[in-house]
């Protein structure tokens, strides 16, 4: 993207949402209530609005003319140096952003700090994808974690998501970024068995790390996380978020296997090449084409399942 562009950048090829054009409301500089511990920006005291914001005009302005010059654009995605939702003029720049993006999808990743606010709430609600970040079900945990303003407090954050999620219509997403004895442990995969399931989530994602962050995390290997994943509540539509899938050898699965796995987990099809040999994925696609394995779409990705609990299913 050209830098005559002052707040949009990409677009960028996601697996997730499609190629994505970005909008950063904190072109600046990293203006953020939270200084977590994996951020890729550099370490930064938490604050509470974004200084010298973008006018709406200015950022309607560059759409326009980005959305002209990239076409293929498929998800115009509202993210920021920092935390969108500090913008002091969002729910005007949304409502902008609706009459500009014809077929596109809009899409807004926050760490979920404000959801609580029914200002930011009824701004969201417009939207068509909005993922929340919830790294942590224990204040202990999501102060070491996420190291917010004092004046976040961790359950109104639950109570925001789960009153958000009784009037939207889009799609909502909450990704854990997991951090190895922080919120690994099993007493914090145990409170977020007991939280996550009450939130209403379409889709539930789990990384690492996999840029340099500001403070030394050690990112998780692929088959850690799927490891981890196995801890949740099966019921829950977990899904792996990693780039890093070339690590340790892939593994040889029977039928049997395969439909026992995915009975228990459900799995994306980057998941289950990252997991699975050569002739696990021969056997994996006959199963398919036998059609004792459905798909079923959660949160804008095709998992691969058994039964899905007598929920309506694509079958393949």
């Known amino acids: 993207m050209s830098t005559k562009y002052r707040t949009i950048f990409g677009p960028i090829p996601s697996r997730r949402f499609g190629t994505s054009l970005g909008i950063d409301l904190s072109p600046g500089k990293k203006q953020c209530n939270y200084d977590c511990l994996y951020c890729e920006l ?14 709406v005009e200015l950022v309607t302005k560059e759409l326009k003319e980005a959305l002209k010059e990239h076409p293929e654009t498929e998800v115009i995605t509202i993210t920021a140096n920092g935390e969108p939702t500090l913008y002091p003029y969002l729910e005007e720049l949304i409502e902008e952003i609706e009459r500009l993006k014809g077929e596109k999808k809009s899409l807004i990743l926050s760490n979920a700090s404000t ?21 942590c079900a224990t204040p202990e945990c999501f102060r070491k974690l996420d190291r917010p303003l004092k004046s ?58 996999d840029r340099p962050p500001a403070y030394p995390i050690e990112p998780l290997e692929f088959k850690e996380l799927y490891v981890i994943a196995k801890k949740f509540d099966s019921s829950l539509p977990i899904h792996i978020a990693s780039r890093r899938k070339s690590g340790g050898a892939k593994e ?6 395969i439909i ?57």
């Open 42 to 55: 550099a370490a930064s005291k938490p604050v509470e609005t974004i200084e010298n914001p973008p006018s």
């Open 115 to 135: 959801i609580h606010l029914p200002q930011i709430q009824k701004a969201l609600l417009k939207l068509d994808m909005v993922k929340l970040s919830l790294d």
């Open 152 to 209: 976040v407090d961790l359950y109104k954050i639950f109570e925001g998501i789960r009153s958000f999620k009784r009037t939207y219509k889009g799609s909502l997403i909450l990704e854990i970024l997991m951090v190895p004895g922080i919120n690994t442990t099993d007493e914090e995969i145990e409170a977020l068995n007991t939280l996550l399931p009450t939130l209403g989530a379409d889709r539930i994602d789990i990384g690492t790390v």
């Open 252 to 257: 040889s699965y029977t039928e049997e296997e």
């Open 260 to 316: 026992s796995t995915l009975a228990k987990r459900p799995l994306t099809l980057d998941e289950i090449e990252a997991l699975f040999d050569k002739n696990s994925l021969k056997r994996f696609n006959a199963l398919l084409k036998e059609g004792k394995i459905e798909t079923k779409e959660l949160g804008g990705l095709l998992f691969y399942g058994t039964g899905f609990s007598g929920q309506k299913v694509k079958n393949s």
